[in-house]
């Protein structure tokens, strides 16, 4: 059946990278074992795959490497039947990956804007992917400031640590890292959640896009906090993760009434969600 | 195109023919049980036609409820054969219109569904008018006929022993380009005129739709659904619903990816891995399939996804009728406001 | 004054005087032969209830789904009695918050004919109840109507056989489970993923494995009313899982389920003195 979009492509499993302390989120650096497959493996940040292991099954994860990265990278909580299987590879494995999946956070409307990121726990994947993105030497003058708050319920959870370290230091981005509760450990220094700490920083809504991703709990209590600082419905775009089969719009699975997550989405701005059932 | 006569003969001659070339599905009657199934057969003999629908609609044909995607051996894996050339004799009108939505859905909307497809492209449709209709009948009500045409190639009318064939394509015209070319004129139009007359009037979908769109937070939901116990009968016996679940097998390093169908009514439908579930309530199960087949896919392809063929009336083990429960929301939601 | 103009009756005045705040009974439904079941909150809505041959749901499995509300008064003929037995004895339903309005059963019809169930009935009449609606259906009329079934004097090879050709029918619409009154699991055996117990085909093994496992968790706890039979859409007669089921527990157990308000459930009691050697 040519171009079946059911059909995973071998990818190999280059790197596995532990995340965090509680050893349940692994990143996993993917490349093609046909390499030309990787050139024809075109992306936006916001997209996500399925991962598929013969046997075991198949799910969606958020991309979380940048278009320009060669390796294609996601990060993984283990939760139950596949991504138990998929914490337990080795590197030089082969899996599958089908994609890429769903819209994108608009880059386009972005441009010429400020961008401000708002993220909490292991849902950073696809914005670790548009930040590495945005601050690409070529990239970076089109935007105006980029403001990211990005928080976990300690240092310990927090993704990408070397990266996001560097990140803290640099002019390119103002990053504002926080966690739940303080350890002893002296990074980061700030004690707060997410939506809290969203409201001291207080970044300006003026010319500027905000990008939402994280537990629903985080986006319920981020929402007021971007309304209050003058952000419009039009420009707050939140990234859903709804139960997922096909990915491409035919298993039923994800619908938030007429639209299809995996099709439609996963990004949304807030204006269109609020046309739409809650039911996410 | 011609329309032709052909003999209760001359059609037991033509089944013979197609399943010496393909499999050719017909309705047959369920062993001891009292209704008729689509199944494969050599001859006209083995079919009945004498009930208006059979269990099971012919979905099954194009999207079987257990189908593989792929297989797998010692780590490497294939896509199936491509399915055979088949003929399904015999399917009603509502079953064939329930056949070209599910194909505009799956074949249209961004992303082709290849298994669908595969299937669909060898897939002759020819279809039987209804005289009479079941009580729990409705197509003309949402926009069927009983002797409607839509997703056929060829429909074929009962005038006593005889039948009328109507070519609807240029494939279904080639099925009996050998046949006597008839005398008598509109007597199929007067039989399904007959037949429409006694099926309830239509509902006004539009109108419906417009109640829809702004009527997901109506306390009317609340009663709607309190009988509905959430089993996958409606679902699984409608011809439109269209929903999968996607599962390995594996054995000794051999399996399949193999979907399922799968039910929007069923709890873990729609739970995420971490145990939240937009959709934990029974009434919003329930809400859901309603709207699907009311709204969303109209909204989605531009048309209701129910086409009065009366199974989940029949089956609903609670007594539920979908024909009430969309009187109930035409008379107790509120008219949306004109969108501007 | 007939039953039905005693149920209506007492059913308005229970309402009325907010004694309850709901009945839980039957309606005529719009298809001919068929009911529903109806969940009166108005007074004035008692006039559509019904109680004859077409009322054969089980009302205890609805309770369920209505319970948070309050006090409810349920319409409960032998069989729905027996299940709100289990139902109290498994700690799922409060006796003090349910008025259980009895009456006299005759043998419910599907298709015209009475119901298997209903032919080897032992129980019309309701086991508990606050009050009596009409008079009580006579004891032993139904089981004399016809002989029982005769699936016990199958050999097993014939058994297998025709198990097999009916479950083979079996889609997997979970009609069976969803009408039981005693499948309240929050997470039924099918559904669960880790590990997945039951393969999710139409396989003849996977729809086996269902419904023998199903029966097991029935055993000492179905009430034989023969819902899920009536139920089920592809005419599958699941009661020769359940009678053969509910008669072991009989010989081994001595214990019938739900018909005395004392006794213990058969298969949920540890006892040293237990006869069975593996359970010790
Ligand atoms: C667009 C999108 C992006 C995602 N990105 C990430 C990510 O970057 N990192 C990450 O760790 N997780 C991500 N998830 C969630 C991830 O897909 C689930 O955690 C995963 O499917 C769980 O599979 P399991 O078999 O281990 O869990 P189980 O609990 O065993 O799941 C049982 C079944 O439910 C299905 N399932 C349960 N929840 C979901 C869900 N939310 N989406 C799809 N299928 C589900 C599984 O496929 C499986 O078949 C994403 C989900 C979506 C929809
Ligand atoms: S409407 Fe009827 S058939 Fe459909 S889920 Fe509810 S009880 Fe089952
Ligand atoms: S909703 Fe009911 S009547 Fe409509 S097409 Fe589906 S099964 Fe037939
Ligand atoms: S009701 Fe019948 S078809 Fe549905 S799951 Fe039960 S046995 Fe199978
Ligand atoms: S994942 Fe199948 S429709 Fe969205």
């Known amino acids: 059946m040519p171009g079946n979009p059911y059909l995973p492509l071998d990818v190999r499993v280059e790197k596995v990278t532990v995340e965090n302390d509680a050893k349940d989120l692994k990143t996993f650096d993917l490349s093609f074992v046909d390499a030309s497959a990787r050139t024809a493996f075109e992306f936006i940040p916001g997209q996500f795959g399925f991962l ?17 990265e060669e390796f294609i990278k996601y990060t993984v909580k283990r939760v139950g039947g596949f991504t138990t299987a998929l914490h337990e590879l080795e590197p030089g494995t082969v899996i599958g990956m089908r994609g890429p999946w769903g819209n994108s956070y608009p880059l386009d409307l972005m441009q010429g804007k400020d961008v401000v990121i708002v993220s909490g726990g292991f849902s950073f994947t696809t914005l670790r992917s548009t930040i590495v993105h945005l601050l690409d030497p070529k990239r970076r003058p089109q935007f105006g400031k980029i403001t990211c708050v990005y928080g976990a319920r300690s240092a310990g959870e927090l993704l990408y640590k070397d990266e996001i370290k560097a990140w803290e230091s640099s002019s390119d981005i103002d990053l504002h890292l926080c966690v739940d509760k303080l350890g002893s450990d002296p990074w980061p220094r700030t004690e707060g959640l997410v939506p809290n700490v969203l409201k001291q920083v207080a970044p300006s809504s003026k010319n500027a896009i905000a990008l939402v991703c994280g537990p629903p709990i985080m986006i319920r209590f981020t929402h007021p906090v971007l309304e209050a600082l003058g952000f419009r419905p039009d420009d707050v775009f939140l990234s859903l993760e709804n139960r997922m089969k096909c990915g491409i719009g035919k298993c039923g699975h994800c619908n938030l009434g007429s639209k299809y997550v995996c099709k439609d989405g996963p990004v949304f701005s807030y204006s269109q969600l609020r046309g739409l059932p809650a039911e996410y | 195109m011609t329309q032709r006569v052909i003999t209760a003969d001359g059609l037991a001659k033509l089944v013979t023919e197609w399943a010496k070339k393909g499999a050719v599905y017909a309705p047959v009657k369920a062993g001891s049980k009292d209704w008729t199934e689509f199944r494969r057969v050599t001859s006209l003999k083995e079919t009945d036609f004498s009930r208006v629908n059979t269990k099971q609609s012919a979905k099954g044909l194009l999207f079987p409820q257990r189908e593989v995607m792929l297989r797998f051996k010692d780590g490497k894996s294939e896509e199936p054969a491509a399915p055979e050339e088949q003929v399904i004799l015999g399917i009603r009108p509502c079953d064939a219109a329930a056949i070209a939505f599910q194909a505009k859905f799956f074949t249209g909307q961004g992303q082709t569904d290849p298994y669908f497809k595969a299937r669909l492209d060898r897939t002759t449709f020819i279809g039987f008018a209804c005289n009479t209709p079941a009580e729990t009948c409705f197509c003309t009500a949402v926009g069927g006929s009983p002797s409607g045409t839509r997703g056929l190639d060829l429909l074929l009318t009962d005038i006593g022993g005889k039948y009328l064939a109507e070519p609807v394509t240029d494939k279904g015209a080639a099925l009996i380009a050998d046949m006597p070319d008839p005398a008598i004129g509109d007597l199929e139009r007067k039989l399904a005129e007959k037949c429409a007359e006694q099926m309830p009037q239509a509902i006004d979908t539009a109108a419906l739709k417009r109640r829809l769109d702004s009527g997901f937070e109506h306390p009317v939901w609340d009663e709607l659904n309190l009988a509905c116990v959430n089993c996958g009968a409606c679902t699984f016996l409608c011809p439109t619903c269209h929903c999968f679940d996607v599962t390995d097998e594996e054995r000794k390093g051999r399996g399949a990816r193999i979907r399922v169908w799968d039910s929007c009514q069923f709890c873990i439908y729609s739970q995420h891995a971490s145990g939240h579930n937009p959709r934990q309530t029974a009434r919003s199960r329930y809400r859901n399939r309603v709207m699907d087949k009311f709204k969303y896919t109209v909204d989605m392809v531009g048309e209701l996804s129910c086409v009065g063929c009366g199974r989940c009336i029949i089956e609903c083990p609670a007594g539920i009728d979908v024909r009430e429960t969309v009187e109930v929301l035409t008379r107790q939601l509120p008219e949306a406001a004109e969108k501007k | 004054m007939s039953r039905e103009e005693a149920l209506r009756k007492r059913a308005r005045e229970l309402l009325e005087s907010k004694q309850v705040v709901m009945v839980v009974g039957h309606r005529a439904a719009s298809t001919k032969g068929k009911a529903q079941p109806a969940f009166i909150a108005k007074p004035e809505d008692a006039e559509s209830l019904i109680f004859d041959e077409t009322c054969g749901q089980n009302l205890a499995g609805h309770l369920l789904k209505v319970k948070h509300l309050g006090k409810i ?10 299940s709100i037995l289990v139902l109290l004895k498994e700690k799922q339903l409060d006796r003090a918050q349910l008025h259980i309005l009895g009456v006299g059963c005759e043998g419910v019809k599907e298709d015209g004919k009475l119901s298997d169930s209903c032919i080897t009935c032992e129980y019309p009449n309701p086991i508990v109840c606050d009050e009596m609606l009409g008079e009580p259906a006579p004891g032993d009329r139904l089981q004399t109507l016809n002989p029982k079934p005769q699936t016990g004097e199958l050999t097993s090879d014939e058994r297998w056989r025709e198990l097999s050709e009916d479950v083979s029918r079996c889609i997997r619409c979970y009609a069976c489970r969803q009408v039981c009154p005693n499948c309240y699991c929050p997470v039924c055996f099918v559904d669960a993923s880790q590990p997945a117990l039951v393969g999710k085909t139409t396989e003849l093994s996977d729809n086996m494995v269902f419904h023998i496992m199903r029966a097991l968790h029935m055993a000492g706890r179905c009430v034989e009313c023969g819902s899920c039979a009536r139920a089920c859409p592809m005419g599958i007669d699941l009661m020769k899982f ?17 018909v ?3 006794d213990a459930p058969a298969l949920t009691v540890f006892d040293p003195n237990d006869k069975q050697e593996f359970i010790r």
Do not use: H, L, M, Y
């Not at chain 3, 008064?73 to 027996?82: E, I, L, N, P, Y």
């Open chain 3, 242 to 258: 359940n009678r053969k089921a509910a008669q072991i527990v009989k010989e081994r157990f001595n214990v019938v389920a739900g």
């Open chain 1, 52 to 68: 598929s292991i013969i046997g075991t099954g198949e799910a969606p994860f958020g991309i979380a490497s940048a278009p320009s």
């Open chain 3, 260 to 262: 005395k308000e004392d």
């Open chain 3, 73 to 82: 008064a349920v319409v409960t003929k032998g069989c729905d009695s027996r």
